[in-house]
């Protein structure tokens, strides 16, 4: 009995190591329609051309959603209900099945030290973070997405619980209520442990992209001529810091990107998941640009700051570029100047095999461009990501700083990822 508790208590740690980041797709999805996971994702979680119809569908396939469902829904109402509204609730329906999914994420970190007074050497994060994960439908015309989460922040344990509604009128038209963020680079769709420059840089009273922000946004897309490539706009108004705000002021966004080429953002014909056989090739030219502004409380005096930014994605077979820029000036009540930022980052991503891509990173950040000192920070981040089966990935990078020649702050990370 001993040896089975153990036994049991070692692969219960295992698949909490193996466990992933958000995504947006889930694997309840992939059972809802009894799909692979690379029907969507070109290595999850980030998506390839089908995927990111399926997200502008309102997480419902691109022309015709009921005959791909596998899973039957649990129906709220006759159809004919429709008919004698408003005198009747109208119809919907709702998963047959919770839609729900469990995901973590575990790392190995090894850091390089030249000091010899250097203390650890590598740690275990086994979990770093386990997310309970909710998304699906209910009718036509509303969907959802919400997560608990549990991570392991420098020994200290951290709850969040995002969420959001949305109703869906049709691809070109949603409105979100909930978490809502203009982020050019989402996190959750990034491949490497580390998290974008660009998402990641604070303002002077700790405000970030990356954070989603609790209000209510207007998003839609479209394709493009002959039902290729396409547009993707966002207009929302939230608090600013998370769900609480520390203001009276509400922050307000912007973004828009275009894409000529490759696979329509709202899909095509039924049931269209690419013009290629390989998943991952959607070839295509991606320009984006954002604007947010917004009004940052912290300890010091009220910060107000305005954010000025593009991106470009390009695809062509096996090779992806993709790059974002974030200009930031911000000024803080009550003292003199203000700060001005630069933070760009680009980089490429190449297809070895469907299982195995390569990619390497470069970062720059200057936090004030109008002082030399802090000197402006670059690093170089390569990387393997190796997907042993469409829901079973493994990768390794190393962060490179190249402003630091004694290599005190290199980091090898190795992460393994499981979903289900």
Known sequence: MRRVILLTLGALMFLSMVLPDRADAIPAFARKYKTSCSTCHYAYPMLNGFGKAFL???????????????????????????????NAIWPADMPGVPPVSLHAVGRINVYTDATPAATAKSSFEFPHEIELL??????ENVSFFGEVEVENENNETEVAFPFFMQWDFNPRW????????????PNHMRLTRNHYNVASFRSQNRWRLRDEQTGIELWGAGNGAAGKGGYRFQLGVVNGQGINDFN??????????????GLGEIGGTEGQESEKPEFYVDNNLRLGGYFYKGTASGASPDE?????????????????????????????????????????????????????????????????????????????????????????????EYLMPLDDPNKKNDQLVFQFNFGF
């Open 134 to 139: 909710i998304a699906g439908t209910v009718g």
């Open 174 to 185: 949603h409105i979100r209520l909930g978490m809502v963020s203009p982020d050019p680079t």
């Open 248 to 261: 009276n002021e509400k922050d307000i966004y912007a973004r828009f990107s275009y894409k000529i080429g």
């Open 304 to 396: 107000d700051f305005t954010v000025f930014g593009g991106d470009v994605d390009f695809w062509w077979n096996r090779f992806i570029l993709n790059g974002a820029v974030l200009s930031m000036n911000s000024e803080l009540a009550g003292v003199a100047g203000e700060r001005k930022s630069l933070v760009w980052y680009a980089q490429g991503n190449y297809v070895l095999y469907p299982w195995l891509i390569a990619l390497a990173r470069y970062e720059f950040t200057d936090a004030n461009t109008d002082v030399d000192t802090p000197e402006a920070v670059k690093s170089l981040i390569p990387g393997v990501v190796v997907m042993l089966r469409a829901n079973v990935k493994a990768s390794v």
């Open 56 to 86: 502008n569908n309102g997480y419902r396939y691109p022309g015709g959603d009921q005959q791909f469902i596998k899973e039957e829904p649990v129906s709220l109402g006759s159809e004919s209900y429709k008919k004698v509204w408003p």
